[in-house]
């Protein structure tokens, strides 16, 4: 079974850049996630779908991050304009169900951003 | 709110020597707890978690862990360590009931195990 895709797996920009990462979950898990983790610090949920409806993005800063998950399979995160703080690994995660009760959670090889 | 917090940043051991990485959780209601591990420029894996029922939880690659309700712990034991368990290592909840699945993670262990 193929896991979590991401791509690109490195990307070095310059503040005020935009710049997009890509998810594609395991085949048929209805939720996906993406997690923000800097440097010496535990992953941070930036947002949260089911299917392609959002279902938690109160932790995305929305001026400046949007993302989209259409069709309900394959997710787009993007950064316009890019801060040096938004340095970090996006992580991309998914889950077969609506990820409550515990569900386990399987997450890509990340997207590493460094902002210059 | 809820809130992980891993009480050592770094653990360095000795190869075949015992480990326990600690993890203590804030939360009003009931809890899922997980341990997740990360290797270099890797993302994270799940070694083991917590549901409900037998307080001992079994993982893989050796590791159990015990969650402890009333000092509100979840601690990460393994008996005999290897060079290829050196990774950052994730403990994290959610809530128990009613819950959208998100992940509260703590500030994460770096475990060195050293020859």
């Known amino acids: 079974e193929a896991g979590v895709a991401q791509s690109p797996r490195y990307k070095i920009i310059e503040k005020r850049q935009s710049v997009a990462f890509w998810c594609n979950p395991i085949?048929?898990?209805?939720?996906l996630y993406w997690y923000q983790q800097i440097l010496g610090q535990g992953p941070k949920l930036l947002i949260q779908?089911?299917?392609?409806?959002?279902?938690?993005d109160s932790q995305l800063p929305k001026d400046r991050f949007s993302a989209e998950r259409l069709k309900g399979v394959d997710s787009t995160l993007k950064i316009q304009p890019a801060k040096l703080e938004d340095s970090a690994v996006y992580l991309c995660?998914?889950?077969?169900?609506?990820?409550?009760?515990?569900?386990?959670?399987?997450f890509g090889p990340g997207t590493r951003l460094l902002v210059l | 709110a809820q809130s992980v917090t891993q009480l050592d940043s770094q653990v360095p051991v000795f190869e075949e020597a015992p480990v326990e990485l600690r993890c203590n959780y804030s939360?009003?209601?009931?809890?899922?707890l997980f341990w997740y591990v990360q290797y270099p420029n890797q993302g994270l894996q799940l070694l083991l978690k917590?549901?409900?029922?037998?307080?001992l939880v079994k993982g893989i690659n050796g590791f159990e862990a015990e969650f402890n309700k009333s000092q509100t712990s979840f601690h990460l034991r393994k008996p005999s360590v290897h060079i290829s368990d050196t990774a950052e290592y994730f403990c994290?909840?959610?809530?128990?009931?009613?819950?959208?699945?998100?992940?509260?993670f703590g500030q994460g262990t770096t475990l060195q195990v050293k020859p």
């Open positions: 995660a998914s889950s077969l169900l609506a990820g409550g009760r515990g569900e386990t959670q399987y």
């Open positions: 085949s048929g898990h209805a939720t």
């Open positions: 779908f089911q299917n392609n409806g959002v279902v938690d």
């Open positions: 939360s009003s209601v009931s809890v899922y």
């Open positions: 917590y549901l409900s029922g037998s307080t």
């Open positions: 994290a909840v959610t809530l128990g009931s009613g819950n959208t699945g998100k992940l509260i």
